[in-house]
Structure formats: structure tokens, C-alpha cells
């Protein structure tokens, strides 16, 4: 059955280094969308993508975050800086086509901050 | 932001009852509801949907109920099995073009044996 995949699945970082999460949607899908999880928060939805171009972003998704599908199959999301606050499970999810409502996601990247 | 609420952070069932979870959520505006269910060190793994034109959804074991005018949809579970042992997220879609979810706080659903 074909799945979303993440990479790293563990990613530990200094303050103030960049990161990139790396993430391989599902072969046909069109839509890519990024959420991450606060240990005992909710997960939260930070950048919507769609035909290489972002379709919607949260408040939380501010100019220290990037998000790019560089080529046919990867969908990346750079935190330029990260800062503390920023260590959460971060989850990327796709879904076949715009009108489509299911979004299926991969097992996260679980991000460190020290 | 509070839109989607799932206010029982836990739930315990014996094995072969009846799981029911229930979720709340405040805009009127939302146009489709989805449950997924997450194992630990996994995603979110979609469960089971219904549209805000429906109020009742089933599939197998489970079933989700729309109550629109209380703005309340529960997933039932029958029978539970130690397997759905899990956290399960209720989650919305506004009606916006990104399609984005929104997502309750989970529930942890224990069965026991």
C-alpha cells in the first residue's frame, strides 16, 4: 500500500541551525500539506501546497519557515533558525486532489531543539 | 483556538463493549468531519468521515454520528477490541480551498482484555 515517508524520523539540532525535514508523498498525490505536534498539544496545521505554490499557512508558519517540492517527489520543510519552541513532531500528510478530503500522513519527524 | 474540542482526554473499555468517543466543535461552518487513529511512533492513520450533509456514517465496527445543531459527532466502536487500543482524533475541514484539518486535542482509548 503505498505511504507517505519521512526522513529523518529523529532529527536533534542546536539552537540557531537550520533544518530540513524531507518528506515523499504518495506517487499520484497533488496536495501536501505539513503539521507538527507539541508534546501534549494538538496537532496543528502549518503550510498547505498546491501545484508548487503554498495554498493556505498558519499564523505559526512565519518567515523562518520554508517549504519546497524541489523535485518530482520530495516536499521539504526548512526551519532557517530554529529556536526551542520549535521542537515538536512535525507531520507531513497528502492527499490525491484538491477536492478530495482525506489527507493521509507519514509517520513524522520527531525534532529536538537544544 | 479551541474550534475542534475533544474533552475526555482518556477512555477505558472493556474488550467486546462499546467504545464511544465524542467530539464538540464551535463553526458552523465546517463541511466535513474525519476520525483518524494514531499508534505511538506512527501518523495519524484515517479511520472513518462523514460530510455535513449526512448524520450517520458505518463502516464495519465503526460508526460516526453527526448532531449538527449540537455541533457533536461521536465514533462509536462495537465491539471493541484490544487492538483499537489507540488515540483517536477527531478532526474538521472549513470550508476553504486548501482543505486543511483542523484538529481536536485526542482521546486515548484503552480496551482492555
Known amino acids: 500500500e503505498p505511504e507517505v515517508t519521512q526522513t529523518p524520523s529523529h532529527q536533534v539540532t542546536q539552537m540557531g541551525q537550520e533544518v530540513i525535514l524531507r518528506c515523499v508523498p504518495i506517487?499520484?498525490?497533488?496536495?501536501f500539506y505539513w503539521y507538527r505536534q507539541i508534546l501534549g498539544q494538538k496537532v496543528e496545521f502549518l503550510v498547505s501546497?498546491?501545484?508548487?505554490?503554498?495554498?493556505?499557512k498558519s499564523e505559526i508558519f512565519d518567515d523562518q519557515f520554508s517549504v519546497e517540492r524541489p523535485d518530482g517527489s520530495n516536499f521539504t520543510l526548512k526551519i532557517r533558525s530554529t529556536k526551542l519552541e520549535d521542537s515538536a513532531m512535525y507531520f507531513c500528510?497528502?492527499?490525491?486532489?484538491?477536492?478530495?478530503?482525506?489527507?493521509?500522513f507519514g509517520a513524522g519527524t520527531r525534532l529536538s531543539v537544544l | 483556538d479551541q474550534q475542534v474540542k475533544q474533552n475526555s482526554p482518556s477512555l477505558s473499555v472493556q474488550e467486546g463493549r462499546i467504545s464511544i468517543l465524542n467530539c464538540d466543535y464551535t463553526?458552523?461552518?465546517?463541511?466535513?468531519f474525519l476520525w483518524y487513529k494514531k499508534y505511538p511512533a506512527e501518523g495519524p492513520t484515517f479511520l472513518i468521515s462523514?460530510?455535513?450533509?449526512?448524520d450517520k456514517n458505518e463502516d464495519g465496527r465503526f460508526t460516526v454520528f453527526l448532531n449538527k445543531s449540537a455541533k457533536h459527532l461521536s465514533l462509536h466502536i462495537v465491539p471493541s477490541q484490544p487492538g483499537d487500543s489507540a488515540v483517536y482524533f477527531c478532526?474538521?475541514?472549513?470550508?476553504?480551498?486548501?482543505?486543511?484539518?483542523?484538529f481536536g486535542q485526542g482521546t486515548t482509548l484503552q480496551v482492555k482484555p
Open positions: 500528510a497528502s492527499k490525491r486532489v484538491p477536492a478530495e478530503n482525506i489527507q493521509y
Open positions: 506517487s499520484n498525490h497533488l496536495y
Open positions: 501546497f498546491y501545484n508548487n505554490e503554498i495554498s493556505e
Open positions: 463553526n458552523s461552518m465546517f463541511d466535513y
Open positions: 462523514i460530510s455535513s450533509i449526512k
Open positions: 478532526a474538521a475541514i472549513p470550508h476553504e480551498v486548501s482543505g486543511k484539518l483542523i
